[in-house]
T-cell receptor, first 113, second 110 residues
Framework: DAGITQSPRYKITETGRQVTLMCHQT?????MFWYRQDLGHGLRLIYY???????DKGEVSDGYVVSRSKTENFPLTLESATRSQTSVYFC????????????FGPGTRLTVT | GEDVEQSLFLSVREGDSSVINCTYT??????LYWYKQEPGAGLQLLTY?????DMKQDQRLTVLLNKKDKHLSLRIADTQTGDSAIYFC??????????FGAGTRLAVHP
């Protein structure tokens, strides 16, 4: 039971390039989330999705695009990477119970040079 | 506004108790959570507490909630080196999202 997987785990890209981070879950949870983690900021929400084909912006969505054509996948695309997008990116799902807890993937460390 | 605050660093001796504190701002938060992050890993849910509870105990972990002061704490009894990690407090922030603090780095020394 893999739970949540993210790929790649590490990525180095250049400024201006498009890059896609993948997230896959095996639980069929409805809600999925993308966060970025930066020193001193904790985790900040980029985008979330309540179900396939339903997505909404979080607090730091500029420069990012998401899609959710299938329940199990929630890719995050940086359309034109900038150095300020160097970060660790976490995907998460929310359990189906009423306690709203979220379960996190292992993260992708992205460096934009 | 929504803001969760934590002290950034805590150092304790092995075998002592650790207390990690958090303040939150949204009095309507339904649940409050503690997550643990070990180096190079994602966040792992440790425990959560419902907003109408004052205390929750789970083995070595004790969560205390003071709703009046919007203060949440996590006590780890008999702290071990394996408890060294970053601990995040989080609250429900509406529309099913969680609001996280910046994290408290716990260092356990012999």
């Amino acid at each position: 039971d893999a739970g949540i997987t993210q790929s790649p785990r590490y990525k180095i890209t250049e400024t201006g390039r498009q890059v896609t981070l993948m997230c896959h879950q095996t639980w069929s949870h409805s809600y999925m989330f993308w966060y970025r983690q930066d020193l001193g900021h904790g985790l900040r929400l980029i985008y979330y999705s309540a179900a396939a084909d339903i997505t909404d912006k979080g607090e730091v969505s500029d420069g990012y695009v998401v899609s959710r054509s299938k329940t199990e996948n929630f890719p995050l695309t940086l359309e034109s990477a900038t150095r300020s997008q160097t970060s660790v990116y976490f995907c998460a799902t929310r359990g189906e119970g009423g306690t709203y807890e979220q379960y996190f993937g292992p993260g992708t460390r992205l460096t934009v040079t | 506004g929504e803001d969760v605050e934590q002290s950034l660093f805590l150092s304790v001796r092995e075998g002592d108790s650790s207390v990690i504190n958090c303040t939150y701002t949204d009095s309507s938060s339904t649940y409050l959570y503690w997550y643990k992050q070990e180096p190079g890993a994602g966040l792992q849910l440790l425990t959560y507490i419902f907003s109408n509870m004052d205390m929750k105990q789970d083995q070595r972990l004790t969560v205390l909630l003071n709703k009046k002061d919007k203060h949440l704490s996590l006590r780890i009894a008999d702290t071990q080196t394996g408890d060294s990690a970053i601990y995040f407090c989080a609250e429900t922030g509406g529309y099913n999202k969680l609001i996280f603090g910046a994290g408290t780095r716990l260092a356990v020394h012999p």
